[in-house]
T-cell receptor, first 116, second 115 residues
């Protein structure tokens, strides 16, 4: 079965410092992995996705994530945090395969706080 | 703006009442999804439409829940005889890419509170 585990429920950083949001996945085959961001009172927005091409994936707003099969990880990073990055971030894996067309499996989320 | 409008934004109801939510994608999308998000959790898949056809239902979707997409554009989600455990954010999403199920555009959701 596919699942994701977000290792931190809350991360707090200072503005201008690096961001690391950790995610480990479990999948019986090569997964597609995503990071979504949810700002208060706004819809979930796709940050980036990995689909078996390059292992280092660049997304919007300066975020990137690296797929590491040996570690079953897909951590999200950003070199320098901005106040506008404060939000909840979700690591997501698809069920994929030939059957399901709809199932994204979301982690429980990591709330990122950015201090001035 | 994600191009997905949900109405209402908030709904407060008493236990046992019926509620209906609506999802309006701005443009035509073949695939439409409903998710539920409870406090401290990520969204959980409820059901999925390909045009008018409801192709998948999660085990989370009890008999009290029904979803429709009569014309393949907007969709409604009805909960009958609401229970306090139904309190959650209900999210609608669309997939503009017919080749994959990868990139979803989510609405802002309807927050349901059952008293």
């Amino acid at each position: 079965a596919q699942s994701v585990t977000q290792l931190d429920s809350h991360v707090s950083v200072s503005e201008g410092t690096p961001v690391l949001l950790r995610c480990n996945y479990s999948s019986s085959y090569s997964p597609s992995l995503f990071w979504y961001v949810q700002h208060p009172n706004k819809g979930l927005q796709l940050l980036l996705k990995y689909t078996s091409a390059a292992t280092l994936v660049k997304g919007i707003n300066g975020f990137e994530a690296e797929f590491k099969k040996s570690e079953t990880s897909f951590h999200l990073t950003k070199p320098s945090a901005h106040m506008s990055d404060a939000a909840e971030y979700f690591c997501v894996v698809t069920l994929g395969g030939g059957g399901s067309q709809g199932n994204l499996i979301f982690g429980k989320g990591t709330k990122l706080s950015v201090k001035p | 703006d994600t191009g997905v409008s949900q109405d209402p934004r908030h709904k407060i109801t008493k236990r046992g009442q019926n509620v209906t939510f609506r999802c309006d994608p701005i443009s035509e999308h073949n695939r439409l999804y409903w998710y539920r998000q409870t406090l401290g959790q990520g969204p959980e898949f409820l059901t999925y439409f390909q045009n008018e056809a409801q192709l998948e239902k999660s085990r989370l979707l009890s008999d009290r829940f029904s979803a429709e997409r009569p014309k393949g554009s907007f969709s409604t989600l009805e909960i009958q005889r609401t229970e306090q455990g139904d309190s959650a954010m209900y999210l609608c999403a669309v997939n503009p890419d017919t080749a994959t199920n990868e990139k979803l555009f989510f609405g802002s959701g309807t927050q349901l509170s059952v008293l």
